[in-house]
């Protein structure tokens, strides 16, 4: 696979990468084991070694669509739009994308999406075990006594 991070920081805490602006995603490359080389997706799973969920980036050029559908045995997806205009597949319906769209999908939901306005469609995918999440933000964070360092 073809990694889209151009600095890697690694701490006792933390990994972070540099993906750049978003409008530098259209030239990620990743090597999909049926598709071959694919441009305009990276995944950060391996990078940053994720281990409860994989995050990837996409970008599609106008007019551009996923080249098949597809669905899960157990991650549901949440996808996140952040620029362009397009569509989404899941299950035959159609639902209409633009900048802020949110649409989370359980696994089994057959899905694939295009890109139909006249800039780049970019994302995020989240995926994670369905059911798996046991708490959140609030119940989940831990507030600490560390002072702030700015």
Not at 84 to 107: F, S, W
Not at 132 to 145: K, R
């Amino acid at each position: 696979m073809t990694q889209a991070a151009q600095a890697l920081t690694r701490s006792t805490h933390f990994t972070a990468a540099e993906y750049g602006a978003l409008d530098r995603w259209r030239a990620f490359e990743m090597d999909h084991p049926r598709r071959g080389r694919v441009t305009g997706k990276t995944f950060l799973g391996q990078v940053l070694g994720l281990t409860g969920m994989e995050v990837s980036f996409g970008s599609m050029a106008p007019g551009e669509s996923a080249p098949f559908c597809h669905s899960h045995k157990q991650n549901e997806e949440l996808y996140v739009f952040l620029t362009g205009q397009g569509e989404m597949q899941v299950d035959g319906e159609r639902i209409p994308l633009q900048a802020g769209t949110a649409i989370r999908i359980e696994p089994a939901g057959v899905r694939a999406w295009r890109a139909t306005g006249t800039e780049p469609l970019t994302f995020v995918v989240i995926q994670a075990k369905a059911g798996s999440l046991e708490q959140a933000t609030a119940s989940d964070g831990v507030i600490a006594e560390q002072p702030l360092a700015w």
